[in-house]
């Protein structure tokens, strides 16, 4: 085999296989590294005795069933014509506040929310709706601005999408602030933050926006053997169009060279040329760490990482239990539990380990997907949101312990709030931290939630000025660090992109 | 419905400045680089991608046991932390071909972490192919290579329950030399049984560590040595692990949570044993020891066509139906990851491309996208006609 491809992926993340697909398709010869022996990064799946768990995925939105799906399931079930089964989730989530008793099951669809929470604040209809409808809008003109290629035409989006600019750059609690919407109804509506990680008094509007509207208007669903599906099926795609994935090879430099890419280096002592580079690795990684010489890397480069805020990381605790879910009296697909939804509270007391202002978004898969595990038994994950600063003075001896105290505390929490009795059915258990998650996937201190999506640096500003932000010809970034920001279809399709764009630029020859 | 939220001129402006906003921010920022992440740092002291060791006091235990201590060969490197009763998995270059098999840490934690070193304890009878050559060629001063800490034969104090009933066959009594003194004085609600399966009495390993682990908690720890093939002398237990033998030392076993290790043989005992205990399978942990075995069955010899990542040259190598796919590629020279051999950690997986293989239930640790899209896991898995299958490079350079 040659030490010389058209285009080389760095990472074989959903990112990555989404760069690594599009651009074999497309007839280019593709060579796709992967350092660890998975493809999938975050999107895999892993064994313990009698279950296998989903590491990540709780839900993909954007469908309204499978069989009539559309964004993200559209393109890998009938674009990209991958294998993969889904099955839906019942109903959004049931949202428990323990401070002020809140305990309602939110339904899919837009007017059976308004209809929900009318019952439950009265009055506050005409509000909710108005904020709904513009949820709406905003990701439809999302939607339509996001295929385009090109810079954008202001005069169009005016008229077109009047909204989607007006509010565009506003925080979610601003807009919220100018609909009037009952705090009783964000309570109800917020808990959805938690999948973005920045409190709803930073975070852009334009994106809490598409993503309410994605996962309320039209449902979500998740792949039947667990998101280990997705990422196998890529692989299969990726190999069925001629592309080559080597996997345990780590790329340790990315050489650069007259501010053009040249290649890689990789763990196993190769040296491979390309084209171009399709990075699945995020910015911080690049641009700190894998450019070679490091004379290379840019000072802008680098200021433009310092000036982003890194997202915060995630501790599961992922629970095989020795029951069927009805007799455990897990009734729900998704719960978000939290003391309270003030989200910005929420955000300081992820900090600290000793925390009890924690809100976890916990899900019973079973409830969606009844054979996942052997008859009898539930899988049960329990995730919540940490910054990565709260583990960085953990020792390494005392880590084991942490982590339990951190597992105890969700488990605790999810048993007080539900009223179910989880602890005595535990036949397996595991527990990730940030620690788990820097390991397997290799993340800058294990962060998952890529740059923080405020205002000023949401998608739009991210999207407008992708050229200006790889700084090096030949070079792409892909992936939950990248512009369309993180998540399991927002990284799919932010690595199609790339690869669609690596393989234009080639051919118009603009990367040389 | 048209939107305002602060005055309609004022939004548009304001969606207009964003880039600006933006650029001032990115000019104002540090150019400085970053140092590897904190988390990344902890990462590597939980899971360093090798461990380089060197050998500083070799023990016999027995003729045909050794124990060996061995400390971080880097001035300033430190053993990774683990939890008792996991494994490293040791590799060798034996005659030109690079091996690799799993050995429990036999020291507790906090002794570990105290004064830097692992414990691992080599018994020759238990694998023929690298325990000899270690007992043969490890010696005070010898460099050995080895992975993090694996594996998931530890307490869990969420899941287990307080009384421990701990059954060991020969040196598998090896994770509980860590565990056993970790949970003594780290968990003070746990008491333990250790019943120790041996076939004569010289075999026990640490028989000097026991009694004083008995001595210093004598209300929480009692340890039964059982001998197969006694002498005339033996005054102990006898005879094989059995349900009535735990009888007489656990007073209510549905109560308690059963860590097992030992040879395949007596796995496969004392699964038919314990079934008669009516167990739920949360209070049943089993570590399994060597190999598994199976019989010869379809044509003894085969063929495997083995193509690996980044080649695209096919070998073609022999293979048997009696010795696991794994086996297979280590005779061939062809150096195949692998860590735990016993199809959980899924560290070997691999493409079966064609082919039919033969997966016992109790170690098919596969994916099920895995079996959908055609991948196994070599090391448990025995050929059941001849085999074509790609293999993944092993990360590590030797
Ligand atoms: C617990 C958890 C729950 C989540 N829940 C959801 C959810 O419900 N919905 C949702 O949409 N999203 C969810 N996410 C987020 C989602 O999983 C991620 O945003 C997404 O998978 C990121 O994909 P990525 O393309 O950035 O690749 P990553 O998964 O970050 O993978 C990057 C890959 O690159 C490889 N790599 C990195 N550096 C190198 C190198 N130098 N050489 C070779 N390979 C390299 C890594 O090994 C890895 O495989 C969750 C994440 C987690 C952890
Ligand atoms: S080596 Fe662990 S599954 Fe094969």
């Keep these: 085999m040659t030490a010389s491809y058209d285009i080389i992926v760095i990472g074989a993340g959903l990112g990555g296989l989404g760069a690594a697909f599009e651009a074999s398709r497309a007839g280019r010869r593709v060579l796709l590294l992967e350092q660890h022996n998975l493809p999938g990064g975050f999107a895999t799946s892993f064994v313990r005795g009698r279950f296998e768990f989903e590491p990540s995925l709780h839900e993909l939105p954007d469908v309204n069933s499978i069989e009539e799906a559309a964004g993200t399931i559209r393109y890998l079930v009938d674009d990209a014509g991958l294998d993969i089964d889904f099955v839906s989730i019942p109903e959004a989530y049931r949202v428990i506040l323990t401070e ?118 039209a449902g979500a669903v998740i792949p039947k053997l667990r998101s280990h599906e997705i990422s196998a099926a890529f692989v299969r795609g990726i190999e069925d169009h001629g592309g080559e994935i080597r996997l345990n090879t780590r790329v340790e430099h990315v050489l650069v060279e007259d501010g053009r890419i040249q290649g890689v280096e990789t763990s196993l002592g190769e040296r491979i040329t390309c084209e171009a580079l399709i990075s699945n690795a995020s910015p911080t990684l690049m641009f700190n760490f894998l450019i070679h010489p490091s004379s290379a890397i840019p000072a802008a480069a680098k200021k433009m990482v310092n000036a982003r805020r890194h997202g915060f990381s995630l501790v599961v605790v992922y629970l095989g239990l020795d029951a069927d879910r009805h007799a455990l009296g897990l009734e729900d697909y998704s719960y978000f539990i939290a003391p309270h939804m003030d989200t910005e509270k929420l955000y300081q007391g992820i900090y600290s380990l000793e925390s009890d202002e924690i809100m976890q978004a916990s899900v019973c898969l079973n409830a969606a997907n009844p054979t996942c595990s052997p008859n009898g038994t539930t899988i049960l994950a329990l995730t919540a949101g940490y910054r990565s600063e709260a583990w960085e003075d953990v020792r390494a001896e005392d880590y084991f312990r942490v982590k339990t105290r951190a597992a105890d505390r969700l488990i605790r929490q999810f048993e007080q709030a539900t009223g179910t009795d989880i602890r005595s059915h535990i036949e397996e258990i595991e527990i990730a931290t940030p620690q788990t998650f820097a390991r397997y996937t290799g993340a800058y201190d294990g962060i998952v939630y890529g740059y923080e999506p405020e205002p000023w640096y949401s998608v739009v500003p991210r999207a407008l000025s992708m050229k200006k932000e790889t700084f090096v010809r030949g070079l792409y970034f892909c992936g939950g660090f990248s512009y369309r920001c993180h998540g399991y279809g927002s990284s799919i399709l932010s690595g199609k992109d790339a690869g669609e764009t690596a393989v234009r630029d080639l051919e118009s020859g603009v990367t040389t | 419905m048209k939107i305002t939220v602060r005055n309609s001129l004022v939004d548009m402006a304001a969606f207009l400045l964003h880039l600006r906003t933006r650029n001032g921010r990115f000019r104002r920022a540090s150019s400085a680089s970053r140092e590897t992440g904190r988390i990344n740092e902890l990462s590597s002291r939980i899971h360093p991608p090798v461990q380089s060791f060197k050998i500083t006091s070799r023990t016999e235990e027995s003729p045909t046991t050794a124990t060996f201590r061995m400390t971080p060969v880097e001035p300033n490197g430190k053993v990774a932390v683990f939890r008792a009763g996991q494994y490293i998995s040791v590799e060798a270059d034996i005659d030109g071909i690079c091996i690799s098999r799993p050995f429990s840490i036999a020291s507790p934690p906090d002794d570990s972490y105290r004064e830097n070193y692992y414990d691992l304890t080599v018994r020759t009878k238990d694998d023929g192919f690298l325990a000899p050559w270690v007992m043969k060629n490890w010696a005070v001063g010898s460099i050995v290579q080895t992975s993090d800490p694996q594996g998931y034969f530890h307490y869990e104090s969420l899941r287990d329950l307080d009384t421990l009933v701990c059954l060991a066959g020969g040196s598998g009594v090896t994770p509980f030399r860590s565990m056993i003194p970790d949970l003594l004085r780290n968990e003070p609600d746990v008491s333990i049984v250790l019943l120790y399966g041996v076939t004569s009495p010289n075999e026990v390993l640490f028989r000097e560590d026991w009694p004083q682990m008995v001595s210093k908690y004598p209300q929480r720890f009692r340890f039964i040595p059982v001998c197969s093939e006694p002498a005339d002398d033996w005054s102990g237990e006898t005879g094989f692990l059995s349900v009535d033998l735990i009888g007489r030392y656990v007073s209510t076993p549905q109560g308690a949570s059963f860590f097992i290790c030992g040879p395949s043989a007596m796995h496969a005992f004392l699964d038919s044993e314990l079934a008669k205990l009516n167990l739920k399978p949360r209070q049943v942990r089993r570590e399994n020891f060597g190999d598994g075995e199976r019989k010869r069955s379809f044509p003894g010899s085969l063929q495997i066509s083995v193509q690996i990542e980044g080649s695209d040259t096919v070998l073609e190598i022999p293979a048997d139906s009696a010795e696991t796919v794994l086996v297979a590629l280590e005779r061939a020279g062809l150096n195949p990851p692998a860590l735990c051999r016993s199809g959980e950690c899924g560290w070997c997986r691999s493409r079966l491309v064609d ?13 099920a996208a895995d079996l959908k899209f055609g991948y196994f896991h070599p090391c448990s898995s025995w050929p059941q006609s001849n085999l074509a299958i790609r293999i993944p490079r092993n990360p590590k350079k030797y």
């Design chain 2, 355 to 367: 082919g039919a293989v033969y997966v016992p239930e109790n170690s098919d640790g596969r994916r």
């Design chain 1, 100 to 217: 002020n008793g809140t305990n309602v099951r939110m339904p899919f669809g837009l007017s059976q929310c308004a209809d929900l929470i009318e019952k439950e604040v009265p009055g506050s209809r005409e509000s909710v709706t108005a904020y709904l409808d513009l949820c709406a809008e905003v990701q439809a003109a999302f939607r339509a601005l996001s295929g385009g290629e090109g810079p954008p035409d202001y005069r169009k989006i005016f008229k077109e999408h009047g909204n989607f600019l007006r509010t565009g750059s506003y925080t979610a609690e601003e807009v919220a602030d100018a609909l009037n919407l009952p705090a009783k109804a964000r309570d109800l509506l917020y808990p959805y933050w938690c999948y973005l990680g920045v409190p709803m008094n930073r975070v852009s509007f334009t994106i809490w926006a598409s993503l309410l509207n994605a996962y309320l208007s």
